[in-house]
């Protein structure tokens, strides 16, 4: 079976703080890891995606860092805000094996 | 363009009840997909579809039943439902195998 373990399972930062989220796989055929954020009520939705060809992937406050020879990935979210409260789910794919969602992680951004 | 789709938004079944959950997508892709999500849980794969006609199991398929007869919908029905089968639902779609998902918004099923 295979697996994509996310930690922490919640996590509460100041306003302005940083958020981290870690995710490890262990399939080495997988080669696409996105991060899908799901408000309440609603379902998750692509936030930002990285390929093990980069290390690093910034768009605006979120950043993805990946190392392949660790076989893992996080999410960074700089200068949180309450707005980031949600749930933030990684994920991993590649190799024609189905996506693998991480448990995901409870954010809450206090004000 | 409405993306994914799904009614109802909510619903309560008796035990042994059956019903089926919809799901239609507008942006011509192949690959459909449902999901459960139980509370504090991750995403369970129930079924998925390659394209019209070709459905197979997830993770999690029993209990359940799918069809694909077009690009567009993707029916989920419940059989003889449980309160085992008390989740929230979610449908998605993507135009290749391992691409981009785009999800529903759910459908908050209780079982009593």
């Known amino acids: 079976q295979q697996q994509v373990k996310q930690s922490p399972q919640s996590l509460i930062v100041q306003k302005g703080g940083i958020s981290i989220i870690n995710c490890a796989y262990e399939n080495t055929a997988f080669d696409y890891f996105p991060w899908y954020q799901q408000f309440p009520g609603k379902g998750p939705a692509l936030l930002i995606a990285?390929?093990?060809?980069?290390s690093e992937k910034k768009e605006g406050r979120f950043t993805i860092s990946f190392n392949k020879s660790a076989k893992q990935f996080s999410l960074h979210i700089m200068d949180s805000q309450p707005g980031d409260s949600a749930t933030y789910f990684c994920?991993?794919?590649?190799?024609?094996?189905?996506?693998?969602f991480g448990a995901g992680t409870r954010l809450f951004v206090k004000a | 363009n409405a993306g994914v789709t799904q009614t109802p938004k909510f619903r309560i079944l008796k035990i042994g009840q059956s019903m089926t959950l919809q799901c239609t997508q507008d942006m011509n892709h192949n690959y459909m997909y449902w999901y459960r999500q139980d509370p504090g849980m991750g995403l369970k794969l129930i079924y998925y579809s390659v394209g019209a006609g070709i459905t197979d199991k997830g993770e999690v398929p029993n209990g359940y039943n799918v069809s694909r007869s077009t690009t567009e919908d993707f029916p989920l029905r419940l059989e003889l439902a449980a309160p085992s089968q008390t989740s929230v639902y979610f449908c998605?779609?993507?135009?290749?195998?391992?691409?981009?998902?785009?999800f529903g918004p759910g459908t908050r099923l209780t079982v009593l």
């Open positions: 990285i390929r093990p060809d980069v």
């Open positions: 994920a991993a794919n590649g190799g024609g094996f189905k996506t693998i």
């Open positions: 998605a779609s993507s135009l290749t195998w391992g691409d981009t998902q785009y």
